[in-house]
């Protein structure tokens, strides 16, 4: 088994301590003790690079800068490194979307992948112009993510369905290569459409069983799609020379956080 480790942008801001930030965090809620400058930004992703990470995730949100902006800026500070943006399908249209990655790919081959982020908190989308609930979300994303994937197949595409509505849409220069998709959500309503077009399925570092029994249901999804998805765990790590050391941090960041933050 091949593993890839991935890096993660503070673009909402940095600290030592646990910094606020998550769907649903109100915007300016979220910023840490050191700005996110592209500077700052900058010597993150080339340490990446240099450590032999593969890419970094960005974020999105909004408590945090945008994704697809900053991973333009920061390209150019790179040579290898890949940049994994998160995005909401539903916010821009299926057509802008597959042409900003695109020309991403083209100026940056093999340097773009797609986390597709569907929505966390309602009141966040809401911000955004978006009132649909969670499994209407998913069914709009299905349909988004059909187009995107015919756009960089090279068609031209007509599309009307419940949510998304497309006349004769197509790209001058489809991406080389094609962008990976990747993918999260735990409900009923995420495994089909996650089985159908994701690339790499992801889900949070959550107990051993629970993660099994989440991969087991959207590989045996993806099976009946004729379709062998990877899949990717994201994980906040304390690394010190002793158990004891880490464990001590951990007790660090805790203790900093009020009653109400934890509650």
Not at 126 to 144: I, Q, S, T, V
């Amino acid at each position: 088994m091949t593993v890839s480790l991935h890096w993660f942008l503070p673009t909402y801001g940095d600290s030592r301590l646990i910094v606020g930030g998550g769907h649903g965090t109100p915007a300016g809620a979220a910023g840490g003790d050191r700005e996110a400058s592209i500077d700052y930004l900058a010597s993150i992703v080339r340490s990446a690079e240099r450590f032999g990470f593969t890419g970094a995730l960005i974020p999105t949100g909004a408590w945090c800068e945008d994704a697809f902006i900053t991973a333009a800026l920061l390209a150019r500070e790179t040579t290898s490194l890949a940049f994994l943006v998160a995005f909401r399908p539903g916010l821009v249209s299926p057509t802008l979307s597959a042409q900003m990655a695109a020309t991403f790919a083209r100026h940056a081959p093999g340097r773009i992948l797609l986390n597709v982020v569907v929505g966390g908190e309602a009141h966040e989308q809401r911000a955004f112009g978006d009132h649909l609930d969670k499994d209407a979300r998913y069914a709009r994303c299905d349909e988004f993510l059909d187009v995107v994937r015919r756009l960089w197949a090279g068609e031209t595409v007509t599309h009307k369905g419940e949510y998304i509505d497309v006349e004769e849409a197509s790209l001058a220069l489809p991406p080389t290569p094609v962008p990976p998709l990747y993918f999260g959500g735990s409900s009923q309503a995420a495994g089909p459409v996650a089985a159908r077009h994701s690339d790499v399925y992801l889900t949070w570092g959550e107990p051993p069983a629970a993660v099994r029994e989440k991969i087991e249901w959207i590989r045996a999804l993806g099976e009946e799609q004729g379709r062998k998805l990877r899949f990717g765990i994201r994980l906040h790590t304390i690394s010190r020379d002793t158990s004891e050391e880490a464990w001590a941090q951990a007790d660090r960041l805790v203790a900093a956080l009020d009653e109400e933050t934890v509650a």
